[in-house]
């Protein structure tokens, strides 16, 4: 939480405190309600225009998704709560703080890579592009089911996103599209497969400079995934079932 707001200067949603707070972002915080076991998602600032917003759009975006059934590879939407919404809450946080460890088998591996792949055909086929995709947005459940999160930016129906996604996983092209999407999700499993997203240690000028240029990160050691995320970053990939179907593959082999 920035350390230029006052505590008393938050607006906590009711009932709630900075005890309670489990994650923030530069325009949200979020609460766990412990009697529940969910979350409470508000914007920081009730005034600010970009706050209301970004959290009207998720509002929207997560009824778009129940409209059309719910996905069980997004966290679980529980309604609206005073000004932000009531969300499932994923106990082992996000999945980049997984992804150092060193006893993340290639089986789960694989299956985080098709939980998320499935949840953004669901996504795009609900009329959304995600457009900030990265393993700092998806979270792990009690089982460390992946769940992709963080809708606050996305474009729904063709309306602008209100985001910009990392250089390291920003396609070299048009940002309001399933491709980039799709190229993202490349760098999400790089990161899967890796530990570390593409060009860790580059600044983002250098980044974007390989990737105007069409160069990407090694992806030949990384076996059949590998070539699936190479596939994805060249914008092979019409739509998101591709890359599932391929994933799947891998999966039964």
């Given at each position: 939480m ?38 409470v ?76 792949a ?74 899967i ?47 998101a ?13």
């Open positions: 920035s350390e230029f707001v006052a505590d008393d200067e938050i607006q906590y949603p009711s009932g709630f405190g900075l005890g309670d707070v489990v994650g923030w972002g530069t325009t949200g915080m979020v609460v766990l309600d412990k009697s529940s076991n969910t979350v998602k508000v914007p920081f600032d009730h005034n600010n225009e970009e706050c209301i917003l970004r959290m009207q759009r998720e509002r929207d975006v997560y009824e778009r998704f129940t409209q059309c059934g719910g996905h069980e590879g997004l966290l679980s939407y529980h309604g609206v709560f005073e000004s932000g919404i009531r969300l499932e809450y994923a106990p082992h946080h996000n999945l980049r703080l997984h992804l150092g460890a060193s006893n993340i088998s290639p089986a789960q591996q694989l299956r985080w890579a098709i939980q998320i499935e949840a953004i055909k669901f996504v795009h086929d609900a009329g959304v592009i995600h457009g900030d995709l990265t393993c700092a947005n998806i979270f792990l459940d009690a089982y460390l089911n992946a769940k992709v999160a963080d809708f606050a930016g996305p474009s729904i129906d063709g309306s602008p996103l209100l985001v910009v996604v990392t250089e390291s996983h920003e396609i070299p092209g048009p940002r309001l599209s399933v491709q980039a999407d799709l190229f993202a999700l490349g760098s999400v499993l790089y990161e497969m890796t530990g570390h997203p593409p060009y860790e240690g580059l600044d983002d000028a250098a980044i974007r400079a390989l990737y105007l240029n069409r160069k990407f990160p090694e992806t030949a050691s990384l076996g059949a995934i590998g070539t699936i995320i190479e596939q994805c970053w060249q914008g092979n990939y019409s739509g079932e591709a890359v599932v179907e391929k994933l799947r593959g891998i999966a039964s082999i």
